[in-house]
């Protein structure tokens, strides 16, 4: 996991609460990256598909 400040974070009765700008760097650093796997992969399955129902690949993506 990339470095974070502590100032994201800070003890409160005893439990620890996240700042909003510590939110805000989890949803840049963590969910980004996740979502960005999560997406390439969804692409991947749709291109298979794509190509099993006997489209050229090439010409669906409007290269060459």
Not at 4 to 9: G, I, L
Not at 37 to 56: N, P, S, V, W
């Amino acid at each position: 996991m990339p470095h974070y400040s502590e100032q994201y974070k800070f003890l409160v009765d005893g439990k620890v609460v996240i700042s909003s700008k510590g939110v805000e760097w989890i949803c840049k650093n963590v969910f980004k990256q996740k979502y960005l796997e999560l997406l390439e992969k969804k692409k991947m399955e749709l291109t298979e598909k794509y190509i099993k129902a006997g489209y050229i690949y090439d010409h669906f993506f409007h290269r060459n």
